[in-house]
């Protein structure tokens, strides 16, 4: 009785375990704090930094303004988002992950990879721009890209991104005045363009031609960087 008493909820701070499936399992607690429809997204977007409602909006299309506040103020209640606001000019309200919201990445990852090796998963579907950089941090065959060295940077709309390939480990965030020149540079108007390259393996020049694609820069080092991402192999 008294290991119930104790670990019965967290009261006062976050979301109380049990409140769905009454179930000790973390993965049951999982699905309480970020379960709900649109939950996991909303974490997926904010991976690389804070982003106004009206980005999340805007990355987010099939969610309504209710949802989305809803969404929010309970991922804030459980402690794995925060809202501040940024100091003049921007003046704006911003959502951010906390640290341990940060560390729902690799779940985050292993879910796309399991995901993928359905013969039902469609790669053509829309991609948000933030969904495209955590894909590659995720598809990368981490051994075939270890003697590989470069810097790159991906526009993807109206967003960028500065990405630095080293040791077998891709690091991403957005991009800054402060970024070092990149070895070569990716621009899209969508992800959809550039999955064909990466992950469907069509040739860069002939994708290029269609002109929703342009690579600057070392394009030889573009294509080794390239080829090191891949699907994994679908399931019967």
Known sequence: MKLQKETKGSKGHGREHGKWYGDACGTAFALELIGERWSLLIVRELMLGARRFSDLR???????AKVLTERLEGLEEAGVLVKR????????????????????????????????????????????????????????DREAARPLAATMRFEVGEDAYFARLADGELAVARAA??????????????????????????????????????????????????????LPPKCA
């Open 85 to 140: 606001k940024l100091p003049p000019p921007a003046a704006a309200q911003v959502y951010e992950l906390t640290e341990w919201g940060y560390m729902a990445e690799p779940a985050i990852q292993e879910l796309g990879r399991w995901a993928a090796r359905s013969p039902g998963h469609n790669p053509a579907l829309p991609l948000s721009p933030v969904s495209l950089m955590l894909s590659m941090r995720t598809m990368l």
């Open 58 to 64: 805007a990355s987010l299309p099939g969610i309504s």
């Open 177 to 230: 005045e402060g970024d070092s020149v990149p070895d070569f540079t990716v621009r899209m108007n969508r992800p959809l363009p550039y999955l064909r390259v990466a992950y469907g393996k069509q040739p860069l020049d002939a994708v290029e031609a269609e002109g929703e694609l342009t690579v600057t820069g070392d394009r030889e080092l573009a294509r080794k960087v390239f080829a090191v991402f891949s």
